[in-house]
């Protein structure tokens, strides 16, 4: 099948460019933009659009994670809400409130020990499994983390994530260490495209599988810290995003990882404006729509590699 990435990026622009609008001038009341007074002026640009922002960033994050896990470990089902990265995070950050609230960055510090805590432990078990028990390794990471995370917060739930709260002193936080995140994915994304062939042909050309499969692991898990230190667990991004890009901009990773930003983004926001609209004046959170979209991709994506696997 001929990809056409120009025709991709430029449908996906158009359709996030009408999210946009939508997400930012419909909620529990819809809002003219001709005709503002200071209590819409309030709730557009203090309440919405923050919360848009927060939103865009943090699924532009978790899809390129996503794709960098997948290259990296080579594993199609890789996602770091999958793979315990998440749960990880989320519970050094509710640990490092507890323990030190009053250092600065407290949440992002612990959130990314959290994260790299759960990543050596995953790689522990790398070389020694398949890539579908791999998965389950971390899954049961994940299920572990969020048990200790209850035993020290019961009423903690590691998935019920609104961007409801989102400031604007919290999104710039959030923004400056996403943009630094996204520019240095960039910038590595034509590294994920040698380890599309084996170890052994790369250490031919020179190229050291290591510290290649290092970068991209760690780039992937800073995304998901800041994430999770930000807005919290958000599942099946890091799934969804990057088989959709593949599909429609081909398997090369300097396509791949733009594209996943703006996919990303555009699932995220959707996911959350589809929340705040279905059940005014109440939300469901991204999360929950998240599930509700992810679990039936992921069932999918299994039952594709299945079929590929049994057909030869």
């Not at 919405?48 to 927060?54: E, G, K, S, Y």
């Not at 770091?80 to 409130?97: H, K, M, N, T």
């Not at 899954?139 to 709260?165: D, E, K, R, W, Y």
Request: charged share 5%.
């Amino acid at each position: 099948m001929a990809k056409h990435p120009v025709w991709a990026y430029l449908v996906l622009l158009i359709a996030l460019l009408i999210l946009l609008v939508s997400a930012f001038l419909q909620g529990a009341s819809t809002i003219s933009i001709t005709s503002l007074d200071a209590g819409q002026f309030n709730t557009l640009f203090n309440i919405r659009l923050p919360r848009i922002v927060a939103a865009l960033v943090s699924g532009a994050m978790l899809a390129v994670a996503g794709a960098f896990f997948q290259a990296a470990l080579r594993n199609a089902i890789a996602d770091p809400s999958i793979l315990g990265i998440s749960a990880g995070a989320s519970l050094f950050q509710l640990i490092g409130g507890l323990l030190l609230p009053a250092l600065l960055f407290n949440k992002f510090i612990f959130a990314l020990i959290g994260g790299g805590v759960a990543f050596l432990l995953l790689m522990q078990f790398q070389k020694q499994m398949d890539p579908y028990r791999l998965i389950l390794i971390g899954v049961a990471l994940n299920a572990m983390f969020v048990g200790i995370q209850q035993i020290f917060l019961p009423t903690a739930t590691t998935t019920a994530v609104s961007f409801a709260t989102s400031t604007w002193s919290t999104v710039l936080f959030l923004v400056i260490l996403g943009i630094i995140g996204l520019m240095l994915a960039l910038w590595l994304a034509p590294w994920a495209n040698y380890l599309k062939i084996g170890d052994a042909q790369l250490k031919t050309l020179g190229v050291s599988v290591v510290w290649v499969r290092l970068a991209l692991l760690l780039v992937a898990v800073y995304l998901t810290s800041t994430v999770t230190a930000s807005v919290g667990v958000l599942p099946f991004i890091g799934i969804i995003v990057p088989h959709v890009s593949r599909y429609f901009v081909g398997h090369d990773y300097r396509q791949v990882i733009p594209f996943s930003v703006l996919a990303g983004a555009f699932l995220l926001l959707l996911s959350d404006t589809v929340g705040r609209l279905l059940v005014i004046p109440n939300e469901i959170t991204a999360a929950t729509i998240l599930a509700v979209i992810g679990g039936p991709f992921l069932i999918f994506i299994l039952a594709r590699q299945g079929g590929r696997r049994h057909a030869n």
